[in-house]
């Protein structure tokens, strides 16, 4: 395997991040001691990167006050002769939080980076130094590419529990040193409370750290803020934000289970005093693109959208879906026409053509819904169905046309290398779908991987939907519902893209590492 080594960045940022989230940890969501009493800005909340290219990436942080962001590169972690980036100020229209997008960096190289907060009435006071790294993308194929992904974080009330090292799964994934981390949505449950404690079915306790915004449902623009700031608490995801870039997608819970664009909750429902869900959305939406590195979400950016392209050098195009800003209401999905479907018309249109124009290796597809595992929606008591399939085995109905449609393109455009991944219902899983188990039969073999949660509870494996031909080659589920993460079943994956062969590896795997089950794909073929 030729993927290319770096053995000096973790325990060099281990050293160093473990100094500086000594000086930087936030209190509660309040200002760190020493910072908050010498009146300079501070970065409690560690740094990420985010959407990393052959010569660019973004840097962000969030300041607790009014600061200047400013961004130092170097080759070296010693940082002589640094570049230096100014950023935006960072201030209460963005709660404090801002990127920075370097550029002109080598390609394939690994980047040092320290951030800096300049108090805008004296540039002279700063922040004690916030340090990472990342590599950026390699133009050479030989250099191989690595990543992992899972989704499905602080969900079902289990929160950051400092009595098992709050969430751990992230140092096992660091500890693989991945060129990023594609995190397939629900990075937060905005509609999940947090409470001191919960009980364990062995008569235990499990205790969270709390805060007031997760306290209750995520209503305000200030609650959804304190939902993404509940997890950057976390040591462990504030050390992994700081060493592998992020590829972030978002899902339901960032907003309201099963949500919708035009639901109107139930007045029945009293959690919420805001009843319209794209009144919920737009906030959550302006909150997620304050907390994560996403070019297309940041100010300015022309698009305003989740969707998007990330080229990852010859061997990978990842395309990173919004299954939830266009699509049509939830329902028993039995429609034999849906020109909107999960996707929306435009969306489609756009994954037609940016498919058709990969010259990648590897296209993997980035979606934040299984496409042949029956999800349920019973939000509101009736039988509808939240994902792509709806339990009939038959001709596709509903959603299934539009990903019907899609797979016909692909079929008939000879696209090569098409990989599906995604996250959701919390078990992993591995399936093959094939034309010859399906009622719908103009397509060709692909395969479709699902991992999560990372701290969330567990669920017993979705049932399947025949119409595509998916048969279930691997899954590891509990029988029991809601399983805490302290009873296991938490699970993130990993794909390796061999620089030499090409060929390409799943590697589905436990929240300490193990490795639970492994498939390797051979490039250049339409099917597999």
Not at 341 to 360: N, T
Not at 392 to 418: C, M, N, S, V
């Amino acid at each position: 395997m030729s993927h290319r080594p770096f053995p000096g960045r973790r325990s060099v940022l281990r050293g160093s991040l473990a100094a500086s989230a000594a000086l930087t940890l936030p209190v509660g969501l309040g200002a760190a001691p020493a910072f908050a009493r010498s009146g300079r800005p501070q970065a409690g909340w560690g740094v990420q990167t985010g959407d990393v290219t052959t010569d660019s990436g973004l840097v962000w942080v969030r300041s607790d006050r009014p600061a200047r962001m400013i961004v130092e590169t170097s080759a070296t972690e010693s940082f002589r002769n640094p570049r230096r980036f100014h950023g935006p100020l960072l201030d209460a229209g963005t709660d404090f939080t801002g990127t920075t997008r370097l550029h002109g960096l080598p390609s394939g190289e690994q980047i040092h980076y320290r951030v800096l907060l300049a108090d805008p009435d004296d540039p002279r006071r700063t922040c004690e130094p916030v340090a990472g790294a990342f590599r950026t993308v390699s133009r050479h194929r030989r250099d191989g590419v690595r990543f992992l992904w899972s989704g499905d974080l602080a969900g079902q009330g289990w929160g950051i529990n400092p009595d098992r090292g709050g969430y751990r799964i992230y140092d096992a994934m660091a500890g693989l040193d991945p060129d990023f981390f594609l995190c397939s949505g629900d990075n937060i449950y905005a509609d999940g409370p947090i409470s001191a404690s919960q009980a364990l079915p062995d008569g235990s306790t499990w205790r969270n750290v709390t805060t007031e915004e997760k306290a209750k449902v995520a209503e305000t623009l200030a609650e959804f803020r304190g939902n993404f700031r509940y997890n950057l608490l976390d040591d462990n995801l504030r050390r992994f934000n700081a060493q592998v870039p992020s590829v972030i997608q978002w899902d339901d819970h960032e907003v309201r289970n099963n949500w919708y664009p035009g639901e109107v909750i139930a007045a029945t429902d009293t959690r919420y005093t805001e009843k319209s869900v794209d009144v919920l959305a737009a906030r959550a939406r302006r909150a997620f693109g304050e907390y994560f590195p996403i070019s297309t979400l940041r100010p300015g950016a022309k698009e305003g959208r989740v969707h998007r392209v990330l080229r990852q050098g010859p061997l990978l195009d990842v395309f990173v879906l919004d299954m939830r800003t266009y699509r049509n209401a939830n329902s028993p999905d039995g429609q034999t026409v849906d020109p909107q479907g999960i996707l929306g018309r435009e969306q489609l249109e756009w994954l037609k053509r940016e498919l058709s124009c990969s010259r990648a290796v590897w296209k993997v597809i980035a979606a934040d819904m299984p496409i042949g595992l029956v999800v349920p929606d019973t939000t509101e008591g009736r039988p509808n169905f939240e994902a792509v399939a709806q339990g009939d085995p038959g001709a596709p109905l509903g959603r299934e046309l539009q990903i019907a449609e899609l797979l016909r393109f692909i079929k008939h455009r000879r696209i090569t290398g098409t990989v599906w991944l995604t996250a959701d219902v919390h078990h992993t899983s591995a399936q093959h779908y094939q034309p010859s188990r399906a009622a719908f039969t103009d397509f060709e073999p692909f395969w479709e991987f699902v991992s999560g949660p990372l701290n969330a509870g567990a669920f017993p494996a979705s049932a399947l939907d025949g119409t595509f031909g998916p048969e279930r080659v691997f899954v590891k589920a509990p029988t029991a519902s809601n399983v805490s993460p302290a009873g296991g079943y938490q699970f993130f994956g990993e794909v390796d893209i061999d620089g030499g062969s090409g060929e390409l590896t799943v590697r589905l795997r436990e929240q300490d590492g193990t490795v639970l089950f492994t498939k390797s794909l051979q490039p250049g073929r339409v099917g597999q």
